[in-house]
């Protein structure tokens, strides 16, 4: 989001400083641009200092969600993470599709699904396999890119899906030299699962639009789970 909201402040700045070389010739008056710099940077610190950011959020989402495809992809690219996470076995706590709902739920961003991840790292730390979780994870926070590429053929979202990779590799004490290989390896287990699953996927996807509980999500997939096992014989 950091990034995301310096660059609307870059992109305001030129449009500004357009106005001020451009305003001679239309008679503007060089007072209002920089009344209007002074203005935004004035709003935006004191979103950053009092809101820890969360305006410059929700005015970006809101922006955003004049998109069609733009509220298209979130809900594809979060579905693909949700069905990652319910076929590896991660718990699901819950998900937002909109910066709004994140915050309503006490999260940052624009959106995302949240794992119960305390009882899973307390389990593979005594039986020793938490290399297994981390190849776990490197595929379900790949799986919103696989998921945009599947229904897109391109991929706007997932920046910060990788820089999550490259996080715990260092936490795990691996060279983040790994993170690309490992965006790579999962972003490839992802796809074979979504394109496995695409019934389901697309069950999952209309469920999230309808704002179905994590509950309600659950027993959709495994219906479509155990219809698709009863075609496959």
């Known amino acids: 989001m950091q990034q995301t909201a310096l660059n609307l402040i870059a992109i ?6 357009l106005a001020v070389l451009v305003g001679p010739l239309v008679d503007l008056s060089p007072t209002i641009p920089a009344a209007v710099v002074f203005c935004l940077l004035g709003l935006v610190t004191l979103d950053t200092l009092g809101f820890q950011g969360k305006g410059v959020t929700l005015l970006l989402d809101a922006i955003a969600r004049f998109s069609p495809e733009h509220r ?9 993470h949700f069905l ?7 718990p699901i706590s819950g998900y937002s599709l909109t910066a709004w709902d994140a915050i309503k739920q006490g999260t940052p961003g624009f959106g995302g699904v949240y794992f119960d991840t305390e009882t899973l790292f307390n389990n593979a730390i005594k039986t020793g396999e938490l290399r297994l979780i981390l190849d776990r994870f490197c595929t379900v926070w790949m799986a919103g890119i696989a998921a945009e590429q599947m229904i897109y053929n ?12 490259t996080d715990a590799l260092v936490f795990f004490d691996r060279p983040a030299s790994e993170a690309k290989q490992k965006q790579q390896w999962g972003q490839l287990q992802a796809k074979t699962m979504l394109e496995k699953h695409q019934s389901t996927y697309h069950a999952l996807v209309e469920a999230l639009k ?15 789970m155990v219809a698709q096992s009863l075609d496959s014989k």
């Open 210 to 224: 309808a704002r179905e509980s994590v509950a309600s999500c659950y027993q959709i997939l495994h219906e479509q």
């Open 12 to 17: 305001s700045i030129f449009i500004v400083v």
């Open 84 to 90: 990652a996470a319910y076929l590896l076995g991660i």
């Open 154 to 165: 391109s991929v706007e979202g997932g920046r910060d899906d990788r820089q999550k990779i």
């Open 72 to 80: 298209d992809r979130v809900l594809h690219h979060e579905a693909g």
